[in-house]
């Protein structure tokens, strides 16, 4: 009984553990895109900028 409530707990913190790796993942790629748009944005800053 022991052994397979020890396996069962390892299971279960093994889909935590995946379960936040692919929370981070996602948190990740949402700041790659916040990052090109705050760029984009700076960019459009700078263009604007020289045409004054």
Avoid: G, P, W
């Avoid at 093994?14 to 692919?22: A, G, M, P, T, Y």
């Avoid at 993942?25 to 090109?36: F, S």
Wanted: proline share 0%.
């Amino acid at each position: 009984m022991f052994k397979y409530k020890c396996n069962e707990d390892r299971a279960l913190v093994e889909k935590h553990l995946v379960d936040i790796q692919s929370k981070q993942t996602e948190i990740e790629k949402k700041e790659k895109e916040r990052a090109k748009e705050l760029y984009a944005l700076t960019k459009r800053d700078k263009d604007v900028l020289k045409d004054i």
